[in-house]
Nanobody, 125 residues
Framework: VQLVESGGGLVQAGESLRLSCAPN????????VAWFRQAPGKEREGVAC????????YYADSAKGRFAISNDNAKKNVNLRIHSLKPEDAGVYYC???????????????????WGHGTQVTVSS
């Protein structure tokens, strides 16, 4: 049982990117699926989460306006679209899943039971 991320790569600043998270060994049901990113030398940061039960979404302040998390019912994936990429968006993006978006003090915490291995996003300026 794991999650598989895809869609990372090298992009130029200002471009858009779509990351996908697919379950392997199970299917998304009423899970909450989140995206975290870890930049070099920095702690892992939760950027977005979606509760598949009702579509409620959460975005970190750093992600508001340019990130969009969505449930692709056809492909049974959860996507994260990033628009107008900036160099500071670079890092390893991880997908995580559990039964709710764990927020403490309005901040997404990494207390998720299922994780992927991550996909690298590099942004050239």
């Amino acid at each position: 049982v794991q999650l598989v991320e895809s869609g990372g790569g090298l992009v130029q600043a200002g471009e858009s990117l779509r990351l996908s998270c697919a379950p392997n060994g199970f299917t998304f049901d009423d899970h909450a699926v989140a995206w975290f990113r870890q930049a070099p030398g920095k702690e892992r940061e939760g950027v977005a989460c979606i509760a598949l039960s009702d579509g409620t979404t959460y975005y970190a302040d750093s992600a508001k306006g340019r990130f969009a998390i969505s449930n692709d019912n056809a492909k049974k994936n959860v996507n994260l679209r990033i628009h107008s990429l900036k160099p500071e968006d670079a890092g390893v993006y991880y997908c995580a899943a559990d039964w709710s978006c764990y927020l403490v003090g309005g901040v997404l915490r990494d207390q998720f039971g299922y994780w992927g291995h991550g996909t690298q996003v590099t942004v050239s300026s």
